[in-house]
């Protein structure tokens, strides 16, 4: 267990529809990424968030967007949901730049 | 764009040595190395940043040389748990800022 926790761990939904994974990072890690892991692409950066302000940016659809609260946890906001957009979502967390912690992932199948 | 990885799959005996090539054709700033078992998410093994170091744990080791523009992960004496996906990610800088990006994977497969 690394500390991470993401919710749903499961999500189906329909094409065109809106949904927000959430992520609650390890106890005092300051930073957050997003990753997307599908068949055909692979394993895709997103975004990184540290203490609340975007840090980087990745192959994030404009349709995507994501935000870190004062809480530290980050939340994904997917919009306008596509078929392709089925896939394993990841986040980390990491107390500092030589090291993170992976949480289990939410499956999200679009139909 | 995408590193390039090598080999796409390897099969060793347990105990045996075994490299995983990631090579970038941008000038990078860190490589980051994770081992994902199937079903699982990725586990974050190391980072290394440019100036060419050398990076291990226990049996695992790694190095990045930025002239190349390409890092290795040697696996020695290897065991059943080292089986997994490898990925190397690679971090670089251009005038648009940071770009973070995955290899395609090596799986590596430790029989008994």
């Known amino acids: 267990d690394s500390g991470v926790t993401q919710t749903p761990k499961h999500l189906i939904t329909a094409t065109g529809q809106r949904v927000t994974l959430r992520c609650s990072p390890r106890s005092g890690d300051l930073s957050v990424y997003w990753y997307q892991q599908s068949l055909d692409q692979g394993l895709q950066f997103l975004i990184q968030y540290y203490n609340g302000e975007e840090r980087a940016k990745g192959n994030i659809l404009e349709r995507f967007s994501a935000q870190q609260f004062p809480d530290l946890h980050s939340e994904l906001n997917l919009s306008s949901l596509e078929l392709g957009d089925s896939a394993l979502y990841f986040c980390?967390?990491?107390?500092?730049?030589?090291?993170?912690?992976f949480g289990p992932g939410t499956r999200l199948t679009v139909t | 764009q995408q590193p390039v990885q090598s080999p796409q799959a390897v099969i060793l005996r347990e105990g045996e040595d075994a490299v995983i090539n990631c090579s970038s054709s941008?000038?990078?700033?860190?490589v980051h190395w994770y081992r994902q078992k199937h079903g699982e998410a990725p586990v974050f093994l190391m980072i290394l940043l440019k100036g060419g170091e050398q990076k291990g744990h226990e049996k695992i080791s790694a190095s990045f040389n930025e002239k190349k523009q390409q890092s290795s992960l040697y696996l020695t004496a290897s065991q059943l748990s080292y089986s997994g996906t490898y990925f190397c990610?690679?971090?670089?800088?251009?005038?648009?800022?940071?770009?973070?990006?995955f290899g395609p994977g090596t799986r590596l497969s430790v029989l008994p």
């Open positions: 941008k000038a990078l700033y860190s």
């Open positions: 990610g690679t971090e670089d800088w251009d005038n648009y800022g940071q770009n973070f990006v």
């Open positions: 980390a967390s990491s107390p500092s730049a030589s090291e993170q912690y």
